[in-house]
């Protein structure tokens, strides 16, 4: 994914991944001796499925190291495996497996994204205010994030634009009442909490609730837009120089859509055409 794992931290891809670490990499420390890392982006961590895994613990121990970083004197910040970490404690276990590793905090950062996002451990908004910190704490572009996390620029930019809806709607994301996809629908509509308690109490599909967003929006809103659509056209436009316009719609038939490429001399034209013919 990405650049991969291995990129990201060497041979302690593993450690990440959950699977098995040469012994001579690992070493047991104490519980007590290691904290939550402070870019951890996922901020709840499920009651009943933490009681599961220390169950687990209990009867085999912690099978995949914890991968630390150190911070002074018998201190160490969690970068990835901060579950396992809380189910030891539940599990009454002193002390735990680890790999130690020197690494700045952008690396902390992303490679405790990828963990939560390749597990899918995130919810829409941490995964959001994830991608925002790599952008605007480090200086990362939307294209570089995508690239280290193994996802598409187009879903790192919607995810973040979710971002920009109210608090209350962002809510209703984080605890599963809302999927990804319905909130995006409510980009720049009037009043984005009132549709969201609506799509909640009618069980809306996406496009029901995208058509229903689209006779919402204020005058001269934009309406939303299947974000691959989107941004296969950006890259068409980007390629040619010239603006490009992709409308695409789904129905019981299937898939059709247009391709408009607008031109402003003869010669803009010659050039389409040398591009489409072109073996």
Known sequence: MGRGLSALIGDDAAAVKGEPVAKKDTR?????????????????????PMQSLAASIREVGVLSPILVRPLGQDRYEIVAGERRWRAAQLAKLHDVPVVVRE?????????????????????????????????EKFGRTQEEVAKEVGKSRPHVANTIR?????GAVQDMVRDGRLTASHARTLLGVPDPEAMAQELIARDLTVREAERKSD???????????????AALESSVSNTLGLKTQITHSVSKKGDKGEVKIAYASLEQLDEIVRRLTRT
């Not at 047991?28 to 009943?48: C, H, M, N, V, W």
């Not at 979710?162 to 109210?166: A, Q």
Request: negative net charge; aromatic residues 6%; charged residues 30%.
């Open 215 to 229: 006779a919402k929006k204020r005058p001269g809103g934009k309406a939303y837009r299947d974000p691959n659509i």
């Open 162 to 166: 979710l971002l920009r809806l109210p």
């Open 103 to 135: 690494m700045a905090d952008r690396e902390a950062l992303e490679i405790a994204i990828v963990e939560n996002v390749q597990r899918a451990d995130l919810n829409a908004m941490e995964e959001a205010a994830a991608y925002q910190e790599l952008i």
């Open 28 to 48: 047991s420390l104490p519980i007590a001796f290691l904290q939550p890392g402070k870019y951890q982006p996922r901020k709840t961590f499920d009651e009943e």
